[in-house]
Nanobody, 124 residues
Framework: QVQLVESGGGLVQAGGSLRLSCAFSGRLFSLYAMGWFRQASGKEREFVAAVDLIGDNTVYVDSVKGRFTISRDNDKDTAYLQMNSLKVEDTGVYYC?????????????????WGQGTQVTVSS
């Protein structure tokens, strides 16, 4: 049984920061890449960031580069998304996902387990 549970979402003013956490339960967390996706109301799910199995290599969607940082702590079976300088357009439901590969990838088709999502709302 694999479960991912996100936390840390909420309401924040533009320019502020949030740190999302993804608690993983199941076997072999450290073998797979982890990713974050988001979905704004009425829009398609969008890739945000991914980190490889070790935590050394990361990929980001262009719109969050320099503002967001994905990381993982394999000793705690937890992935994180640090979000700084938040913008109104960052608003959406953020989902944590586990890939079925070890490299940081951006396509949702590479991710086989998903969390329930946590709402992030950025106000102007």
């Amino acid at each position: 049984q694999v479960q991912l549970v996100e936390s840390g979402g909420g309401l924040v003013q533009a320019g502020g920061s949030l740190r999302l956490s993804c608690a993983f339960s199941g076997r072999l967390f450290s073998l797979y890449a982890m990713g974050w996706f988001r979905q704004a109301s009425g829009k398609e799910r969008e890739f945000v960031a991914a980190v490889d199995l070790i935590g050394d290599n990361t990929v980001y969607v262009d719109s969050v580069k320099g503002r967001f940082t994905i990381s993982r702590d394999n000793d705690k079976d937890t992935a994180y998304l640090q979000m700084n300088s938040l913008k109104v357009e960052d608003t959406g439901v953020y989902y944590c996902a586990r890939a079925r590969v070890s490299s940081a990838v951006s396509g949702s088709e590479w991710f086989d387990y998903w969390g329930q999502g946590t709402q992030v709302t950025v106000s102007s």
